[in-house]
């Protein structure tokens, strides 16, 4: 099992920037997928981005492709999901999750983070 902790969340305006960090307990696997999942009040829980533990695949949902981006830095292990031009509709609760399989289905993911808020002010 994997302990994620998130950090970086908060109150931006519209239009904002945030980063949000995820760093795991241990090295991850070497076929491990991270990802940033989000939960609006009301919502059920959606797919935001993933990325490799290595190699460059990437993937986006389609609300936020071209103004998020996933990272990771190996020497750390940390993975970020950097936050441009944030809109109302982006407020929820973001939270990092770790899987063996390259899915936007939440189910693949068997170890998830205690999330962090992000809210973002019209």
């Known amino acids: 099992q994997v302990q994620l902790a998130e950090s970086g969340g908060g109150s931006v305006q519209d239009g904002g920037t945030l980063t949000l960090s995820c760093v795991p307990s241990r090295r991850p696997f070497s076929r491990s997928v991270y990802a940033w999942f989000r939960q609006a009040p009301g919502k059920e829980r959606e797919f935001v981005a993933l990325i490799r533990s290595r190699g460059t695949s990437e993937l986006y949902a389609d609300s936020v492709k071209g103004r998020f981006s996933i990272s990771r830095d190996n020497p750390t292990n940390t993975v970020y999901l950097q936050m441009n031009s944030l809109k109302p509709e982006d407020t929820a609760i973001y939270y990092c999750?770790?899987?063996?399989?390259?899915?936007?289905?939440?189910?693949?993911?068997?170890?998830w983070g205690q999330g962090t808020q992000v809210t973002v002010g019209s």
């Open positions: 999750a770790v899987g063996s399989e390259y899915s936007s289905n939440s189910r693949a993911y068997e170890d």
